[in-house]
């Protein structure tokens, strides 16, 4: 990198005590529970938009999105996107969740869960669910943190890991989620700032937007042969219908994580953090444009990087980073931008980074003490102990993200919301909706969801089942079932399950209801 490494360290030193001070503002006005736990329920409409999308969208999105898009071509995730994530997660259940939440007086997604239902046990089970996989996520957000940090700074991975770790750990601790939110809208301001830049930057140096996409259609003949016979035709057209590549993106990347941005608990408790409905619709407003910057620039950038790389060096992307999907978005960073942006870029980075990263560690948190241990206790409403849950989840994330190898970042964000979606949604949309929701449904769809989601995680899925090895220690193969069924997402198979159970018995419970007045 040619910019020197002292301009670097003061910026990324600027950039964390700005962070840190925005957190104390936080820590100031945090004065009771409910202030720690839900932000006192009073957030103003642009806090609440960036909070979520920048929670949302993390650093494996941006780099991970990107290379997929330089790999695979462009996607229709980013409708999905703006359409599932931001219009129908704030309009259909942002206001009832926030309505509910409040009339319940909910703090967690788990606390709501039992307090629709009115069932602990169903309490018990999503805070288990949430402290069993949020590490894996929280572990990949810790790595490519400290994977950013440790080249920028000259600090070696493991301090670099545990640096992270501790400083996005201060200002959750003491400052809950206000000053999470806080921080958060801070990030997603610079998030979008960068992705802004790197678009119009992108499309100076392949010639312009129109000139750049002709190009890029052009190059369909360069598609390499091993992503051709698997249903590949070009970056700016889908794949081929029902190919293993047109499972992957339809499933994995647009429906798997479209769709499960709607049940996780991190992005649930932003909608009881408002004031009234009508701050939810002028959330829309900010939150609709800043997914489509996100998601919408790195699958575009990411595309047209091919055409970058073939006009400089007769590679299509994927060649010139060595075959690495993880590697194409920062080299082509490197190589296209201006020096001064490839700092600005970095702080980009950590923004996407620590803005997920401290709204896990605070869901992880209250998860742990208020849903688990402490449910029922008073300890479920003392500061102190929401504090020490919050620390005890960060040591385990930190300890998980020294064990993991760098390879799993990509797939933890996927897996993390396609669970999300199998076990929760069901019930959750369903709970918010019906006038007597059923405990045992919501019970039976919620076990099913999850355990149907690992079993096709663990024994079908190709992406997921060959690292993991279960199946192949097991039954001596790498998956139990061949194509098409290796390149289907889990959330494919395991929500439709989810949903069928939660439906029928939802319907069988209401129908035993009159039968029972009757009686």
Request: glycine letters at 10%; aromatic letters at 10%.
């Amino acid at each position: 990198m040619a910019v020197d490494t002292l301009t670097i360290t003061v910026l990324v030193l600027i950039y964390l005590a700005a962070t840190l001070i925005i957190g104390y503002l936080g820590y100031k006005k945090t004065k009771n529970t409910e202030d720690y736990l839900v932000a006192g329920r009073c957030s103003h409409p642009v806090i609440i938009a960036l909070s979520y999308g920048a929670t949302f969208i993390s650093t494996s999105a941006i780099i991970g999105f990107g290379g997929q898009a330089a790999n695979l071509g462009m996607s229709w995730l980013t409708v999905l996107n703006i359409g599932v994530g931001i219009l129908l997660a704030f309009v259909l259940f942002g206001k009832k969740t926030r309505e509910i939440g409040h009339r319940l007086s909910a703090v967690t997604f788990p606390d709501l869960m039992c307090k629709l239902y009115q069932s602990p046990l169903l309490q018990y089970i999503a805070g288990f669910i949430i402290v069993i996989s949020m590490p894996l996520y929280t572990a990949a957000i810790l790595i490519g943190g400290a994977r950013f940090i440790e080249p920028t700074l000259g600090i070696d991975y493991t301090t670099s890991l545990i640096l992270f770790a501790v400083i996005t750990a201060i200002y959750v601790v003491f400052g809950g989620l206000i000053a999470v939110m806080y921080t958060d809208a801070f990030q997603g301001t610079i998030m979008l700032i960068g992705m802004t830049v790197l678009l119009a930057l992108t499309i100076v140096a392949v010639g312009g937007f129109t000139a750049g996409t002709t190009a890029l259609t052009n190059m369909a003949d360069l598609v390499p042969k091993a992503l051709a016979d698997q249903g590949m035709a070009g970056w700016t057209v889908m794949p081929d219908l029902g190919s293993p590549i047109w499972f992957t993106v339809i499933t994995t990347l647009v429906l798997g994580v479209g769709i499960g941005v709607l049940a996780q608990p991190q992005l649930v408790v932003r909608f009881m953090t408002a004031k009234d409905n009508k701050s939810l619709n002028r959330a829309v407003l900010v939150g609709g444009p800043f997914i489509l910057m996100m998601t919408g620039v790195a699958f575009t950038v990411g595309a047209l990087s091919n055409v970058y790389f073939y006009q400089t060096s007769g590679k299509i992307a994927i060649e010139a980073a060595g075959g690495n999907v993880d590697a194409i978005m920062p080299l082509f960073i490197n190589q296209a931008m201006p020096e001064i942006f490839v700092v600005i870029f970095m702080l980009t980075l950590l923004s996407a980074a620590m803005s997920t990263l401290s709204a896990l560690y605070h869901a992880m948190g209250t998860a742990l003490i208020c849903d688990l241990w402490g449910r029922g206790k008073e300890c479920a409403l003392s500061l102190k102990a929401h504090q020490a849950g919050i620390v005890i989840m960060m040591v385990l994330s930190t300890i998980l993200a020294l064990l993991m190898p760098i390879s799993i970042i990509a797939r933890a964000t996927v897996m993390f919301m396609g669970l999300c979606a199998c076990a929760f949604l069901p019930a959750f949309a369903i709970g918010v909706y019906a006038k007597a929701p059923s405990t045992k449904a919501a019970l039976y769809s919620m076990v099913t969801g999850a355990v149907v989601w690992f079993v096709w995680t663990a024994f079908v899925h190709a992406a997921e089942a060959k690292p993991l090895g279960l199946c192949q220690a097991l039954f001596g193969k790498v998956t139990l079932l061949g194509a098409p069924w290796t390149a289907v997402d889990p959330i494919v198979i395991a929500l439709p399950i989810s949903l069928i159970v939660m439906v029928v018995m939802q319907l069988q419970a209401g129908k035993a209801q009159p039968a029972a007045a009757a009686a």
